[in-house]
């Protein structure tokens, strides 16, 4: 049990459970009577911080679980000169009072718990000046602690493969990447003290091989413009690292079941939580699928009516095989981390009922339009996926709600799709 009170001197007393599973957001179960207000709901954690943290209400007196599930008091206090402290300290609870379950309570062990738990956000320009009546929300993944969507999946893989004892204590991460799942494997081993080595392919920003080597890891560029199964490919560079290293553990993202499993188990239910009954139609990129299948497949099996939507870059197979099941002859584009030249297991085509093949003209104007006009910066899929987004909410009335998922964050891409000389060397801007 604890106090709510809200300005405007509204007092509310609030009766929840906070489950502490960081990774996974939980909402949280509460009950307001007030003489303004009563329910019974469910109130996401998001929601809880951001109020709190706008000192819409405070805190006072809670009931948590410890991480073993056994059920203690604690004080939460909110320190409300400093407007954001948020302190809580155990209360003594006699014949208890061991430390060490006090001390996990209030904070992540470490920073690879910090991930997930990312709210939408209404976009309120581009869907009307596009001709859209629908309402459109961005779900913005960048927010996540290395800036991209892959921290769910690759930390979701490790863990697993931590449990299973494929990877062993000390041992090295070796993964093939477009530098977003690198940058979350890199996280994971400086965190944990892995060694990471990781294979991206030439055409990647300057931006994604720094970050992986500034947590410590060894980055091998490879060329873009080869098959898939050249030796020299990012792909089988990577494979034959794996091979070569002793006690290596190949994360696979394009083959291991875990990716999709990894959205199915949060950022599906994540946003089903957040959203549930209350939208229409889910967009994302697809570059190994996991992102769009594994949601898809948790939003589907809750709403079947739930329409389900990729975005693929031109130069791309899989817009063409979501069309007729043909595979087309690939060519090299810009736009980073999405569309693909092969195809894999990671991608579940049962769950995806539109594809629009965007050019990455369109994503990297529409990128930067995002951030120019809605002050979200956000990266070219992001773009790829909102020009998909407003072309296919022509198509539904208002009153409907599309929510898109925004992968990376656009500080990747500074010299790139945000600089000037680039989109005009590149024949984008004129
Ligand atoms: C920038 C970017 N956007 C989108 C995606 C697509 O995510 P998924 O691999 O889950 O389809 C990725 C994946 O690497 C990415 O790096």
């Not at 690879?112 to 859209?132: F, M, S």
């Not at 493969?161 to 996280?187: C, W, Y």
């Not at 948790?298 to 130069?315: N, R, T, W």
């Not at 208002?398 to 929510?403: A, L």
Request: glycine share 10%; net charge negative; with cysteine.
């Amino acid at each position: 049990m604890f106090f709510l009170s809200r300005r405007q001197g509204k007092k509310a007393e609030v009766e929840r459970r906070l489950d502490r599973s960081p990774a996974i957001a939980k909402p949280l179960d509460f009950q307001v009577t007030d003489s303004t207000m009563k329910g019974y709901g469910k109130l996401p954690q998001h929601i809880v911080r951001n109020a709190l943290w706008n000192n819409l209400l405070w805190l006072r007196d809670d009931t948590v679980s410890s991480p073993c599930g056994a059920p203690f008091q604690a004080t939460i206090k909110i320190d409300q000169t400093a407007n954001r402290e948020i302190t809580m300290e155990k209360k003594q609870e006699s014949g208890a009072g061991n430390p060490q379950e006090t001390s996990e309570e209030y904070y992540f062990d470490d920073i690879t718990q910090a991930i997930g738990d990312i709210p939408l956000i209404k976009l309120r320009r581009l869907p009307e000046e596009y001709g859209v009546k629908a309402t459109v929300l961005v779900k913005p993944e960048f927010m996540n602690p290395t800036g991209s969507v892959k921290d769910r999946m690759a930390i979701y893989v490790l863990r697993q493969a931590v449990k299973s004892g494929e990877l062993k204590p000390g041992g090295t991460i070796v993964e093939a990447t477009s530098g977003n799942t690198g940058a979350a494997v890199a996280m994971f081993a400086a965190a944990n003290g892995y060694k990471a080595i990781l294979t991206i392919p030439d055409k990647m920003s300057r931006e994604k091989v720094d970050t992986m080597r500034a947590f410590g890891a060894e980055v091998h560029i490879c060329p873009t413009a080869v098959p898939p199964e050249s030796p020299d490919s990012y792909y089988e560079t990577g494979k034959r690292i794996h091979r070569e290293t002793k006690d290596s553990y190949w994360v696979g993202q394009y083959f291991n079941q875990n990716n999709i499993e990894s959205h199915y188990r949060t950022t599906g239910p994540e946003l089903w939580e957040q959203a549930g009954g209350r939208f229409h139609c889910l967009v994302g990129g697809i570059g190994t699928g996991g992102t769009v299948s594994g949601m898809g497949k948790f939003l589907k099996e809750k709403d079947p009516s739930i329409e389900i939507v990729a975005a693929d870059p031109e130069g791309s197979i899989y817009y063409q095989y979501h069309k007729d099941k043909t595979i087309i002859e690939p060519h090299t584009y810009y736009v980073e981390g999405i569309g693909e030249d092969l195809l894999c297991p990671s991608i579940d085509f049962s769950v995806i009922d539109k594809c629009y093949q965007i050019s990455d003209k369109e994503s990297f104007l529409m990128g930067r339009e995002l951030t120019g006009k809605e002050g979200i910066l956000a990266g070219g899929s992001s773009g790829t996926a909102v020009a998909a987004a407003l072309r296919h909410g022509k198509t539904l009335d208002e009153g409907k709600v599309i929510v898109v998922v925004l992968p990376d964050s656009g500080l990747k891409y500074i010299s790139k799709m945000f600089n000037d000389d680039w989109m005009r060397e590149k024949d984008f801007l004129e």
